[in-house]
């Protein structure tokens, strides 16, 4: 069955928003959780996503027990029955890569299929192999599949990183984890997720240290076991709402957003002329003038995110003035450019860089959305549009948001979700926000809840 977002533009949006776990935590640490040996993991928090839902399936099919009620995962990885992550679930999302340092300290050798994941770039995995290599790992690659086997334990090493990859700090500090000796990763990633990792993983009886700076240490232990975790709140998910705010001239506290993960996020937004005010429990934000256009150059954290360069891009779409967006984590995340000027948005692509002629006035259209953040800006856009707009693509947003359409009406967006059998053929059409029993049909349940 095919879903489509329905936006009908000008409302201004105001109340709150709870944000949910991040999804760029949950999923490493689910994955983590095949370190524990004895015992069971908790982790609360777990956003109902269809990627949890997707790695779900990849610790099911490595023989781990696992279930999720109400926001929670539990997780018992004490019997694993094969450390070879099949196709079927890997092809499917990118960070199902992340079993792989895991499975090999677990079972000292690993056959995982590569990963698929959204368009955005080629996104080797060159810097984990790199990794495992250093830690004493043979790797193999044939058939779409890749190979690691190590002789024995893995071995403590210095692995110096080409790019800060995210993805690879996590694989290979999981990896690290049961190693002999001590590990030593330089030029590693520092975002707020990598630190939520550690937690868990030293939670769980690991010794990682540095986490959240350039060099993170790990000194190998003999055995993991499971613990009680809680997951960040999600820092992208949130800056979605902020930007929702502005964009709508609203008044909107976000709550659970985490002010020190969204430095940069704010610090634009406050160049935009938005008021950000931050307390212990979230963010308010408050957009009671036209938006200034600011120039937005995404980096590794602690610099602009790139999963919220789109969204930035909606906003300097109304903004006054003309902005120069620079993207220079992924070399192909352009591609909502194209829909937003389906929308009659003005704006040159030269490069890595975007030039967008703010002031313009949105119009709807119908649009799709060709990655998950790139979706969010759709629909950010077409809060604001005249007329209504039509997102389709929403498997891509599914991915990372939870209830999306839900939480933006309960803020008086006007947007909605609609089922068709194939495209053009609308069925269930009615708008969650007219009544409370509708609301249950829009919630994105995992189906093996
Ligand atoms: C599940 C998850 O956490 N996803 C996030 C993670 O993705 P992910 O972990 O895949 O992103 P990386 O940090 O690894 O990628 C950053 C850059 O490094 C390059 N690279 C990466 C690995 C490698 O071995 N070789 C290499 O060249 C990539 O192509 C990319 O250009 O961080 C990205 C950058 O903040 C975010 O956009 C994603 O939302
Ligand atoms: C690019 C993203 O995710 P992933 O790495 O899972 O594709 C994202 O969250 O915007």
Known sequence: MMSKFIVRGGKRLTGSVKVSGAKNSVLPIIAASLLGEVGESVIIDAPPLDDVITISKVLESLGAGITYQDEVIRVNAEHITTCEAPYEWVRKMRASFLVMGPLLARCGQTRISLPGGCAIGTRPIDQHLKGFEALGAEISLGQGYIEAKSNGKLRGAKIYLDVASVGATENIMMAATLAEGVTVIENAAKEPEIVDL????????????????????????????????????????????????????????????????????????????????????????????????????????????????????????????????TETVFENRFMHVDEFQLMNAEIKVEGRSAIVTGGAKLKGAKVTATDLRAGAALILAGLVSEGTTEVGGVQHIDRGYVNLAEKLSGLGADIWRISTEEPGTEKASKKPADDAEDSKLFNVQPTWA
Do not use: C, W
Not at 281 to 304: C, E, H, M, Q
């Open 198 to 325: 550690a937690n868990y993983l030293n939670a769980m009886g690991a010794k990682v240290r540095g986490a959240g700076t350039g060099i993170i240490r790990i000194e190998g232990v003999e055995q993991l076991h499971g613990v009680k975790h809680h997951v960040i709140p999600d820092r992208i998910e949130a800056g979605t709402f902020m930007a929702a705010a502005a964009i709508t001239g609203g008044d909107v506290y976000v709550e659970g957003a985490i002010a020190d993960h969204l430095g940069p996020v704010i610090s634009k937004m406050e160049e935009m002329g938005v008021t950000i005010l931050p307390d212990e429990n979230g963010i308010r934000v408050i957009a009671d003038k036209p938006l200034k256009s600011v120039d937005v150059k995404t980096l590794p954290y602690p610099g602009f995110p790139t999963d919220m360069q789109s969204q930035m891009m909606a906003l300097l779409l109304v903004s006054e003035g003309t902005s120069v967006v």
